[in-house]
């Protein structure tokens, strides 16, 4: 199923390097590679499931503190999903929030994720987005990723080739 899920990711998305984030705050950034429409489903943020503190410590002392960037909090909260090292092109969606909440920042966004069973989620598109354009998820008001000040800046890209469908 995993084979399936990625090939289709890799239809409708790409990976690319913003040319100019110098400050590395992006990193890697997911684009349309074909136009979207609203609600289609992109696909589930995979993972290892992390259901209990000790669990996640020690994955955090097997893969260091910055596996914690790759947690995606369950339904019932108790458990995470790590995309690191291990996860699918979804955990690389950026947080159109950079420093503080405005209205501006909040209209970027056009991807939300949706709930399915315990442990899944699932990402889809919210309105129309266009062959090029940037994905966008907002991961809430506790998720703070950019030192304050930190502006972003215009896009220019470099095009990564699409993951492999064993990863």
Not at 77 to 97: D, I, K, T
């Amino acid at each position: 199923m995993k084979e399936t899920h990625d090939a289709r990711m890799n239809a409708m998305m790409s990976v690319s390097i913003p040319l100019d984030d110098s400050d590395g705050y992006r990193g890697r950034t997911i684009y349309a590679k074909t136009d979207l429409t609203a609600f289609t489903v992109l696909g589930p943020y995979s993972g290892r499931l992390l259901d209990s503190e000790k669990i996640r410590r020690e994955y955090e002392k097997e893969y260091g503190k910055e596996a914690s960037n790759y947690y995606f909090a369950t339904r019932s909260q108790e458990r995470l999903v790590s995309a690191w090292p291990q996860g699918n092109l979804l955990s690389l969606l950026n947080s159109p929030v950079f420093t503080r909440r405005t209205a501006e920042a909040e209209a970027r966004q056009n991807v939300s994720a949706v709930l399915v069973g315990k442990n899944i989620n699932f990402f889809l598109t919210t309105r129309n987005i266009s062959a090029g354009e940037e994905l966008w998820f907002d991961y809430g008001p506790d998720y703070q990723h950019f030192e304050s000040g930190e502006a972003l800046h215009s896009t220019q890209v470099k095009e990564e080739p699409p993951s492999s469908e064993g990863e």
